[in-house]
């Protein structure tokens, strides 16, 4: 009887161990992030269109979309890694890094990288998401690293 008892607590910290699959979260309703890039502020919009968590790494997603700034206009793929979880009964908070790189058009082309924060509300009657804030802050650097700039967006 001891045996299974220790059997079944093992699996079940396996099983509560398993990250959900959150890929939806990230493609934000199919709206755009927006949010500034550089010293003088200028518009970033950046979609994420596709969405999937890797199938070896349940803290990892690929992403694919595009930004844009002004009339640049870019697709990218990349990674959100997450880091860590915090979670409380009502509100949780994910923690982690982005790397997005853009398709090599120019001068005006690069690698976006840095950290997000994800907050949530959980209503567990419904067992659904009633509110989330996603927030990334990192750096845009061209790939001729002539050019970089500070990047902060926020969903809508």
Known sequence: MKKKLLLFMLAANFVSGQMPDISNTWLNNSKPYIGTIG??????????????????????????????????YAKFEGKITISKYKDSKKQGTVYGEYELAEEN????????????????????????????????????????RTLEFKTHLKNQ
């Open 39 to 72: 010293n003088k502020g200028q518009e970033l919009k950046l979609k994420i269109n596709i969405s999937e968590q890797n199938k070896k790494n349940d803290q990892e997603y690929f992403v694919s979309g595009y930004s844009l700034v002004d009339t640049s």
């Open 105 to 144: 058009k120019g001068k005006h082309s690069g690698l976006f990288k840095g950290k997000f924060v994800y907050n949530f509300k959980w209503n567990r009657k419904t067992e659904k998401i009633e509110e989330q804030h996603i927030e990334l802050t990192g750096d845009w650097k061209s790939y001729d």
